[in-house]
């Protein structure tokens, strides 16, 4: 089985809640309740029902029968308390909720809401935050709460009153606009999004600002026509507008790479000083392997980062250096870099880890190694180590890069993991098969499992023959996170690979495919299983999209079979020929033409 390329998964996800909420921490408002409740109850009211507006609740504003003392309050208020510091989240927000709803005080239902939200207690955190938002309507936060909630759970005509209200003032409608579809890019329903912001904007229909909001949501929903259409009325409304320049030009990629890419070189035209414009040209540029092209913008782009209002040359810098690293421009990209040290660059250590790669690249390993060893204990020395170890692993040996690995300290859960896939990637690559697959078997019985550590682990059963373990550990990843597209396809293509399941294989890679289209290691996968299954045409077909994507060694190999088996020789002999260039040592490459010598 091919193994997929590793990735560096230092990105953690960490749950989200709707609030910025630190629970129980505070024990002076219990403090201030106690006191209350031996020298004057009425006093521990006024504390605790402090609203949002300033007023407060009292006995008389209860209804009455509701609360029969104030001491019933101040026990209830210390219950949710002390049920919050227990852990006890859903009680103590149901009392809260119980509270608020009986006084009428914003504060807490405020407190009811937040509570709930973190607690992941969803029967309440809607009630407790509709409560919030109609106790105290003037209230930014409980408002937009109410809104994020609405559109979290799909509701999204329930929250166009709230979303109408960005709107009310004119001096405020064009950021509200602007700010509109951050609120609703949660939502899976993009065309019930497209639809609400079509309503939303349809009494504006002057605001450049309102088309461009359209644009982007449509965009979103798959619906470029609509999203041109928009852009164009911005245009005509705000001529210029480099943000809907840069939007228009997205649309256009989608269609043509080379109608945006004349976009951008029309509006530059009229508007040089757009340097944005000019950095996603050259984006573009790059993208398409016109690196001549791009690397003529360069100066330009960097002349109006220094002449101009936002005065960001260092960003500037490193983003024209990483595309001279994405055009194989090693040594100018290392320029760049440098040039955005001088200047300041805020995060050193990312622009050290640049150094460090383009470093590498050349054949600078005791440079790059240096750089690697320059990043400071912080968010980018867990990159900096593996990158180092990487390195050791192919100048030096496997066990030294291990060795570096196992001296990192003081990592959470997640990053242990990270740092044993890549210890097993690194053994891997060294043929010790068997060792990796006992690393990861050992993680995956001691750590908490993540569909990435069990995918690996997968691989590293395939590699040792354990085919039933390879399938079940995969299906379980599938099962764990459906939209995990390269699981779909390694099983998919170990079944073609196989000759075996062709019809499931073929569906799992057509599944993948839907995940992460135009991948070129899964088309070359649904190409591979076509050819197992005879359909020659379609395998060509898929084969020489992905081949088109990335000359990838061993989809050279696959591509050159299948022609060779369509009679096609000549052709199958310089795409291995090629492909031997560049890879002369590819184990799959030099198999399969040895298998077709004649």
């Known amino acids: 089985m091919r193994p997929m390329p590793q990735r560096l998964r230092t990105n953690v996800k960490v749950k989200n809640s709707l609030f910025s909420y630190t629970p129980f921490r505070n024990t002076s408002l219990i403090s201030a309740c106690l006191l209350a409740s031996a020298l004057s109850l009425s006093s521990c009211a006024a504390v605790t029902g402090a609203n949002a507006t300033g007023k407060t609740s009292t006995s008389s504003q209860k209804s009455s029968g509701q609360l029969n003392s104030e001491a019933d309050f101040v026990y209830k208020y210390l219950a949710a308390e002390v049920a919050g510091q227990r852990g006890e989240l859903a009680t103590s927000s149901a009392i809260f909720y119980d509270l608020a709803n009986t006084t009428k005080d914003a504060s807490l239902a405020e407190r009811a809401a937040k509570v709930a939200a973190y607690g992941n207690v969803p029967s309440l955190t809607i009630p407790a935050i509709k409560l919030w938002s109609e106790l105290d309507p003037n209230s930014t936060e409980a408002q937009q709460a109410m809104t994020e909630v609405l559109i979290a759970s799909g509701r999204l005509n329930e929250a166009k009153p709230h979303l109408a209200k960005l709107f009310v003032k004119e001096e405020t409608r064009a950021g509200g606009f602007l700010y509109l579809n951050n609120l609703l890019n949660k939502s899976a329903d993009k065309a019930g999004v497209l639809r609400l912001v079509q309503s939303l904007a349809e009494p504006y229909p002057q605001l450049a600002e309102a088309q461009f909001a359209i644009a982007q949501s449509a965009m979103a929903a798959k619906q470029n026509k609509v999203a041109m259409n928009a852009l164009n009325k911005a245009e005509a409304l705000k001529p210029g507008w480099s943000v809907a320049a840069l939007l228009k030009g997205q649309v256009l990629f989608e269609e043509s790479p080379k109608a945006a890419i004349d976009f951008y070189r029309e509006f530059l035209n009229q508007h040089p000083e757009a340097n944005e414009i000019r950095l996603n040209l050259a984006r573009l540029l790059v993208n398409q392997k016109q690196y001549a092209a791009a690397k003529s913008e360069f100066p330009l782009i960097l002349q109006y ?232 045409d379609k395998a060509i077909k898929y084969l020489q999209q992905a081949y088109n994507t990335n000359p990838d060694p061993e989809i050279a190999a696959h591509l050159g079979e299948v022609l060779w088996q369509k009679g096609k020789h000549d052709e199958a002999k310089k795409i291995w020929g090629d492909a031997l260039i560049a890879d002369p040592a590819n184990e799959v490459l030099i198999k399969t033409t040895n298998k077709f010598k004649s």
């Open 305 to 536: 980062a220094k002449d101009g209002a936002d005065k960001n040359s260092a960003e500037v810098s490193a983003v024209v250096g990483l595309l001279s690293f994405q055009s194989a421009d090693y040594a100018a990209a290392e320029s760049y870099f440098q040039q955005a040290l001088t200047m300041g660059f805020k995060d050193a250590d990312q622009i050290y880890i640049y150094l460090a790669q383009s470093a590498e690249k050349q054949n600078h390993n005791d440079v790059a190694t240096t750089w690697y060893n320059k990043v400071q204990p912080g968010q980018h020395q867990l990159e900096a180590k593996i990158s180092l170890a990487n390195l050791i692993a192919r100048t030096q040996s496997a066990d030294k890069a291990i060795e570096l690995l196992d001296a990192v300290d003081d990592l959470t859960t997640p990053q242990q993991i990270i740092v044993i896939q890549t210890q097993a990637s690194i053994l891997a690559k060294a043929k010790r098969d068997k060792e990796a697959f006992d690393l990861l078997d050992k993680a995956v019985k001691n750590l908490p499992n993540t569909p990435e550590l069990v995918y690996d682990y997968a691989l590293a059963a395939e590699r040792i023959q354990k085919l039933d373990l390879m399938e079940s550990e995969l299906r379980r990843t599938i099962a764990a996170n459906p939209n995990f597209a390269a699981a779909y396809n390694a099983l998919g293509y170990s079944f073609a690979d196989r000759n075996i399941k062709l019809n499931e294989a073929i569906q799992l890679i057509e599944k993948a495919l839907s995940l992460s289209p135009n991948d070129h290691y899964m088309l070359d996968s649904l190409g591979w299983a076509h050819y197992r299954k005879g359909n020659l």
